[in-house]
């Protein structure tokens, strides 16, 4: 793990209540796992290239970004910081990143600086699940991510007791969702929560335009494979299609070498930016994603890539 990352998840762990923190981090083997699997893998790196410059920007999804390293969505960022999503969308943004703004924030989503996407779970009042994807998409919203592997939440080791009511998940919900929200909304969709090459296939059949491998930190099915063991499958399936992003452990700018290696366009990291947002802020969540995008520039040019089109599969041993 970065030295600022371990540092702010400990400064995180002595400010934050034990329910908080019980939230927070539930997943069980899962978690310890994600950040194993990334941190196995080894790499075959370039000699003799120019890397006295190392470019880590890209185009996602009609944004701009200088970095790869996306905030994944995560609830109730009121309960680790008073501005809540409001400071870590800020953050982000500062960053050169986006964040992805979850359906269970906090703050309203007009308080949220762009470029941002928007998590929609699909609830069972779906006029309701649509009335938020247009607030969030009039609000600045350039993307939906609809959240998958959550036909209802599993039940939760400790943390937040959250009373959900008329924000049931719908466990009715298939494929079908991701065209209505892409016809509704107008934005483009992608499905997160993907493991499988034939779910990912579904995906593009549905429209959908891109795939988020995740297993939900190992917050939803306990014994979910490792998203590094599962993004080749599903990069190989959509075939360059549609980007295909990861999350789930990446804790280095050398797992996100090696996220990219696989075909990953980019990476979304959740629990570091929580800790960063409890420890400080707005400021601490940019610090966190600019870490992070140093250490990626830093292993880009020992493995020989001035760029990320240089990122290849041929760099993994
Ligand atoms: C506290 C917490 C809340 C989360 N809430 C959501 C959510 O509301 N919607 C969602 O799609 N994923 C949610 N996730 C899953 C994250 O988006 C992500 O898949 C997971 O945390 C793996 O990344 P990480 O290992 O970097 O934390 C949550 C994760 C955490 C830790």
Redesign the pocket.
Known sequence: MLPLLATQAAAARELLSPEVLA?????GVA?TE??TAWASMRLLPRVLRDVSSVDTSLTLCGSQLSTPVLV?????HGRVHPEGEAATSRGAAEAGSLM?V???SDRPVTEMTPPFWW?S?VLRDRGFTLERAVRARDAGASAI?V?G??PFLAPRSGGLRVPLGDQEQDPTATFAVVEWLASETGLPVLV??VLRGDDARECLASGASGV?V??????QLARAAT?ASALASVVDAVGGAVPVLV?????SGLDVLCALALGATAV???????YALAVGGSAAVTACLDALTADLATAMGLAGCATLADVDRSLLA
């Open positions: 939230y927070i981090e539930d997943g978690v994600a950040a994944a969505p995560t609830a109730f992805v979850a359906t269970r998590q779970y991510v959240t592997d959550t997160k929560g988020i995740s297993n939900h930190g190992g917050r998203t999350d789930g452990g990446l804790r979304l990291v959740g629990k570091p930016v929580l």
